[in-house]
């Protein structure tokens, strides 16, 4: 079955940096819409970073500057580079396939990776 396999995350000083990785397997990954959600208990997930199949990408206007998505469809990877992290960045990250065929929305999740911004 079609796996997301997110890896890097960890604690982290804030002002630091960390890099999530997403990588997939059992898709066609250069069909798919890739996204970072993060979620906090209690809290509806959030959209942070998202990025087209073409490549193209946007991101939360909390993220901005700080955070980059990007993509390698050779390795069926998408990274999430995190950097001047905050404690509100603390949160379970998850990774998100989507693709849309005609009335149907194909939609993957990864397990999620816990980033914890702290001194």
């Known amino acids: 079955q079609v796996q997301l396999v997110e890896s890097g995350g960890g604690l982290v000083q804030p002002g630091g940096s960390l890099r999530l990785s997403c990588a997939a397997s059992?898709?066609?990954?250069?069909?798919?819409?890739m996204n970072w959600y993060r979620q906090n208990p209690g809290k509806q997930r959030e959209l942070v970073a998202a990025i087209t199949s073409g490549g193209s990408t946007d991101y939360a206007d909390s993220v901005k500057g700080r955070f980059t998505v990007s993509r390698d469809n050779s390795k069926n990877t998408v990274w999430l580079q995190m950097s001047s992290l905050k404690p509100e960045d603390t949160a379970i990250y998850y990774c998100?396939?989507?693709?849309?065929?005609?009335?149907?929305?194909?939609?993957?999740w990864g397990q999620g990776a816990q980033v914890t911004v702290s001194s």
């Open positions: 998100n396939g989507r693709r849309t065929v005609g009335a149907t929305t194909l939609d993957y």
């Open positions: 059992r898709i066609t990954f250069n069909q798919y819409h």
